[in-house]
Antibody, heavy 125, light 112 residues
Framework: QVQLQESGPGLVKPSETLSLTCTVSGDSIGSSSYYWGWIRQPPGKGLEWIGSIYRSGNTYYNPSLKNRVSISLDTSKNQFSLKVNSVTAADTALYYC?????????????????WGQGALVTVSS | DIVMTQTPLSSPVTLGQPASISCRSSQSLVHNDGNTYLSWLQQRPGQPPRLLIYKVSNRFSGVPDRFSGSGAGTDFTLKISRVEAEDVGIYYCTQHTQFPHTFGQGTKLEIK
């Protein structure tokens, strides 16, 4: 059974950097045939895909976040991390990590099959 | 980016009756490999999303067979044959045919 757990500060000041880590168990991100992703959900709103990373370090990001985002891997700790720079109140959200797209897509494996419980990050001074 | 549009945004349903949610994409979700990467997620109140359906019509492990997915190209449907109380929540369609992945706005399923 794959499990994911988000961790990081719950409060970030405007203009600073939001940092979150996702710890994975039950699958090895260094050898997995999946991308690993971040998705966020502002309070009372829908889901927004932030980006994802593959074991090679290859990343894809949502252009709407305008180069403020970076995702990285730490295979020794079986973790992947998210950084969002220059945050504003609009970045206040529940941040989820998830096992994202299988690679290759045509493998027949299912996407978004495992999710963390989510980490609420509030941007406020 | 591919825009995903769901209808309706709210669906009051009587227990035991069927429910249907539509999802339309702004461009075809058929990938170069011939597959269509359209999934459906369920989000119960206070819970993370849960995968129900992937590749249009494949039910994920443990998902009751009252849930079914269909469609092709740009038009897709999630059907619940007989709604149960535990089905209350918000349903999202999502595409991973191309990056960036995108989600529909969500459809709130509630019991009448």
């Amino acid at each position: 059974q794959v499990q994911l757990q988000e961790s990081g500060p719950g409060l970030v000041k405007p203009s600073e950097t939001l940092s979150l880590t996702c710890t994975v168990s039950g699958d090895s991100i260094g050898s997995s045939s999946y991308y690993w992703g971040w998705i966020r959900q502002p309070p009372g709103k829908g889901l927004e895909w932030i980006g994802s990373i593959y074991r090679s370090g290859n990343t894809y990001y949502n252009p709407s976040l305008k180069n403020r985002v970076s995702i990285s891997l730490d295979t020794s700790k079986n973790q992947f991390s998210l950084k969002v720079n220059s945050v504003t109140a609009a970045d206040t959200a529940l941040y989820y990590c998830a096992r994202d797209t299988p690679a290759p897509r045509a493998s027949g494996n299912s996407p978004y099959d495992y999710w963390g419980q989510g980490a609420l990050v509030t941007v406020s001074s | 980016d591919i825009v995903m549009t769901q209808t309706p945004l709210s669906s009051p349903v009587t227990l035991g009756q069927p429910a249907s949610i539509s999802c339309r994409s702004s461009q075809s979700l058929v990938h170069n490999d011939g597959n269509t990467y359209l999934s459906w997620l369920q989000q119960r109140p206070g819970q993370p999303p849960r995968l129900l359906i992937y590749k249009v019509s494949n039910r994920f492990s443990g998902v009751p067979d009252r849930f079914s997915g269909s469609g092709a190209g740009t038009d897709f449907t999630l059907k619940i044959s007989r709604v149960e109380a535990e089905d209350v929540g918000i349903y999202y369609c999502t595409q991973h045919t191309q990056f960036p992945h995108t989600f529909g706005q969500g459809t709130k399923l509630e019991i009448k």
